[in-house]
């Protein structure tokens, strides 16, 4: 990432064995507010993922049981955002957030589209 950072984008270590995608992206995105790709700052990029896992989940929650009370959603969508596996890899810098966190925005799109679809068929 840090070569990115400094704008080589033809470097590559081959010990690496994640996409670059998480690192170009981070470089695009620090780039311009950082002067350098320092650890700690890479680590932050990962909360961007990290915080829209919770609103997700509880979307997806909403969606698989409408008659779930606020209060149960929102507690189950916490306690899923603080499962150790998942929780404590925030504060690597590492693609594991932004894959669940991507995965989860295309389930609840896909879960929407299908309840959308749903109630169209059975009132039509």
């Given at each position: 990432?840090?070569?990115?950072?400094?704008?080589?984008?033809?470097?590559?270590?081959?010990?690496?064995?994640?996409?670059?995608?998480?690192?170009?992206?981070?470089?695009?995105?620090?780039?311009?507010?950082?002067?350098?790709?320092?650890?700690?700052?890479?680590r932050?990029?990962?909360?961007?993922?990290?915080?829209?896992?919770?609103?997700?989940?509880?979307?997806?929650?909403?969606?698989?049981?409408?008659?779930?009370?606020?209060?149960?959603?929102?507690?189950?969508?916490?306690?899923?955002?603080?499962?150790?596996?998942?929780?404590?890899?925030?504060?690597?810098?590492?693609?594991?957030?932004?894959?669940?966190?991507?995965?989860?925005?295309f389930l609840?799109?896909?879960?929407?589209?299908?309840?959308?679809?749903?109630?169209?068929?059975?009132?039509?």
């Open positions: 990432t840090q070569s990115y950072c400094a704008g080589n984008w033809t470097e590559w270590d081959e010990k690496i064995t994640t996409f670059p995608g998480l690192y170009a992206a981070t470089a695009l995105l620090v780039r311009g507010w950082a002067p350098g790709c320092e650890l700690p700052l890479l932050t990029v990962n909360l961007i993922p990290a915080l829209a896992t919770p609103p997700l989940l509880l979307a997806q929650l909403r969606l698989l049981y409408p008659s779930l009370s606020t209060t149960d959603a929102l507690a189950n969508s916490a306690v899923l955002s603080l499962l150790p596996t998942h929780f404590f890899f925030h504060f690597l810098y590492y693609t594991d957030s932004a894959a669940t966190a991507s995965v989860l925005l609840v799109l896909l879960s929407q589209q299908v309840a959308s679809a749903g109630a169209q068929s059975s009132s039509g």
